[in-house]
Each structure stands twice: as structure tokens, then as C-alpha cells.
């Protein structure tokens, strides 16, 4: 049996006086969506900012496919992040942010042009996509092409912090609606945050609820959703509005 790609142990993470984490523990499964859900403050960032890196830990263990993730291993993380219009450079068109993001040890330009396309189709764009700088796109196709960056990349771990939560709610659909499709076709393993329940339950295999700090409850999507077990989690369970979660079932644009 193989290991979990992901595995947060007892991690504990202090700022100043602020205990943010309080031994947090969580794997996430090979080709498996984990979701971290919780209130703004809870944590949820700090999370992921110490899985790639950014923010050190006081104690505890972060293990990639069953390694300490050292700062070599940090391409094999791609994190998403929450702002669209800020995590592109506008001087670059799209297929140049690709090209940059693809490990030049995959071959020739020509092999890089045809993968370029490859990567923007995978998140529902034209080729023509390519000759194009991201000023020219919607808040929701510019979060695509940062999935797309981040697929070029071949991560064994993608972490999607708030991917949606820049974006108008009639906008959301199509940013999730493409993550379910990529999480189904190339089995991606996925750390996936929100603050928004009825976000999680569209893309999530597994849910981990945060509270100050803390997991709370960490069930599989069904079980969360039907029989939650903690008051936080009913807490929240109770601001999803009803329908909303089919939201993201509308079409595609
Ligand atoms: N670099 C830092 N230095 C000091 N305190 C920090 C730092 N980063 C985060 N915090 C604090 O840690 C707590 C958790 O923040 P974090 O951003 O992880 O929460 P979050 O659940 O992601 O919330 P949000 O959704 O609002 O980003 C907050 O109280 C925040 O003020």
C-alpha cells in the first residue's frame, strides 16, 4: 500500500503570542482532493504557506510522498493562488507564463508549443489563448491559465488557497467545474481551501474542518455533509444556503 502524497504531522506554527496551528495533522491520498474549511483567521493559509515553505513551523512534521519536504522538493507543490489578477505577469502572454513553468528537460520549443496547447485545453481554453497577455481575459479564464501554470509544472501536489473567492459567484462555477474535470481526468491530488462549505462539497473528497487552530473533524465529503459530528462544523453546515451548491453546476462558458 502507498503512502499519502501529503502528510501534515502535529504541526504547530507560533507567531509572536499567536498560537495559528495547534497540532494539525492531515494527510491527503494519492489522486485524492482534501478540503481545509474554516473561518477567515483560522489558519487555513498558514497551512499552506508552511507545505511550501513560507512560514516555518515550531514542531511538527510535513511529509511529500513520504519525504520532510526540503526547499528541492518545493516544485513538486504548485500552489494556486487567490488572486487572479495579481498572480500573472502582464508583460508575459500566456504561452510564455507556460513555457516558463514547463521543465525545459521536456524537449524541444516545438514539443513545448504542443504541450502549451495541451495545458490550456485541459482547462477548457482555445490554443489561441497563447498569443494572448492576461489583461485580455475574464477574472475566471485568467484563473484557469494559473491552473494551467501550475499543471505544467507536473506537481504531485496542488494547493488551491480561496481560488474562487476573488471571483464574482457567477464566475466561481467555471473555475470549479474545471477542477472537478482535472481532478477526475489526471487524478490530481489536491489541497483545496475555502472558507465556503458549499465550494468544498463541489470539488472535495475528504473535508478537514479548522477551528482557531485546530481540526476539529475530518470526515469524507458524505459524512460530513449528512452526519456532522461538531458544533463549528453544523455551525457552518448551517450558512450554506440551500441550491447554492448546485451553483456550480451551471454550463460551462
Ligand atoms: N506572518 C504572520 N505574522 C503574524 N501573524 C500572522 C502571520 N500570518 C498570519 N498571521 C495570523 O495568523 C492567523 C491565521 O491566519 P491565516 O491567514 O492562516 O488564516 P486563514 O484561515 O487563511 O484566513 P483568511 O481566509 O482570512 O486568509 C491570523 O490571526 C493572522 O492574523
Known amino acids: 500500500m502507498t503512502g499519502p502524497i501529503l502528510s501534515v504531522q502535529g504541526l504547530n506554527v507560533v507567531f509572536g503570542r499567536q498560537h495559528v496551528l495547534r497540532d494539525v495533522s492531515v494527510d491527503v491520498p494519492a489522486g485524492r482532493t482534501l478540503g481545509l474549511v474554516g473561518e477567515s483567521g483560522s489558519g487555513k493559509s498558514t497551512l499552506a504557506k508552511a507545505v511550501v515553505g513560507l512560514v516555518r513551523p515550531a514542531s511538527g512534521r510535513i511529509l511529500l510522498d513520504g519525504h520532510d519536504v526540503s526547499p528541492k522538493a518545493r516544485r513538486r507543490v504548485q500552489m494556486i493562488p487567490q488572486d487572479p489578477y495579481a498572480s500573472l505577469n502582464p508583460r508575459m502572454t500566456v504561452g510564455q507564463a507556460l513555457a516558463e513553468a514547463i521543465d525545459p528537460r521536456r524537449g524541444s520549443v516545438r514539443e513545448h508549443r504542443h504541450r502549451i496547447e495541451e495545458l490550456l485545453g485541459t482547462v477548457a481554453l482555445d490554443a489561441s489563448a497563447a498569443g494572448r497577455y492576461p489583461s485580455e481575459f475574464s477574472g475566471g479564464q485568467r484563473q484557469r491559465v494559473a491552473i494551467a501554470r501550475a499543471l505544467a509544472v507536473e506537481p504531485d501536489l496542488i494547493i488551491a488557497d480561496e481560488v474562487t473567492s476573488a471571483l464574482d459567484t457567477s464566475v466561481q462555477a467555471e473555475v470549479l467545474n474545471v477542477l472537478r474535470a482535472l481532478r477526475a481526468e489526471l487524478s490530481l491530488t489536491m489541497l483545496f481551501i475555502s472558507h465556503d462549505l458549499a465550494v468544498v462539497r463541489h470539488v472535495c473528497d ?23 459530528e461538531h458544533d463549528y462544523t453544523r455551525l457552518l453546515l448551517d450558512s450554506v444556503p440551500d441550491g447554492r451548491p448546485l451553483m456550480a453546476d451551471r454550463t460551462d462558458r
Open 206 to 228: 475528504q473535508v478537514a474542518v479548522l477551528y482557531r487552530g485546530e481540526i476539529v473533524e475530518n470526515a469524507s465529503r458524505e459524512r460530513l455533509f449528512a452526519r456532522p
